[in-house]
């Protein structure tokens, strides 16, 4: 497999998720992504209408002309800002729940990228990880929780910086939420996981971003997960895996 940026990984994804043998693997994190984008989707816009509806409400016919530039320019404005936060909060909640999942579409998608059998494992191979994987998301919301409030803080209290910040700051979550799986499936500490991370920030950042735009576009968010998990595997089978487990024998 060639070396491509982490732009190249994430699209790699999509042709994965159509695989022969792991469509079956992608139908849990693709079910869960759906529900719960879609219902924070119809919650969160009418929340946004319903607060600029209320503003405007406020404001005298004879400014008629401010109602015009709010809905013109803070609507769009408020649009941007929630799907940031939406794209960061809810895939990380959609992770959570759909963990034991991704770890397993994840070994699924490396056996068959290195060329080995995909096994029957299933169930029985969730149920034996379960305290492990929930262990490592704890892990992981220990290490996002005080940096998104401070990340929060600057979004809503410095404008543009904040948000800049923010979008890149969901970018590294991202590689860091994506990426773990591969890395978790060997047992590979999270401190180390992030060294390696931190080692190709460019790599990384790309295959974060890349994440992070297509969470905050309705309908293909819907695929986020499980062609993240995809395409971050693909990235440590060919980046990260001959080091690391070189590394550790």
Known sequence: MPHRSGFGYFGSGFDLITTKGLKRFVFVPLFINLVLFSTAFYFLLGEIQGGIDYITGLIPDWLGWLKTAINFFVWPLAVISILLSFALIFGTLANWIAAPFNGLLAEKVERHLT??????????????????????????LIYYLPRALGFLLLFFFLPVIGQILWFLFGAWMMAIQYCDYPFDNHKVPFKTMRLHLGDRKSLSFSFGIAVNVMAMIPIINFLVMPVAICGATAMWVNEYRPTVLNRDQ
Not at 115 to 140: C, H, N, Y
């Open 115 to 140: 060329g080995q059998s995909l096994g029957d494992e299933g169930l029985m191979a969730i149920v034996k990880d379960l305290p492990r994987t929930f262990g490592r998301e704890v892990t992981k």
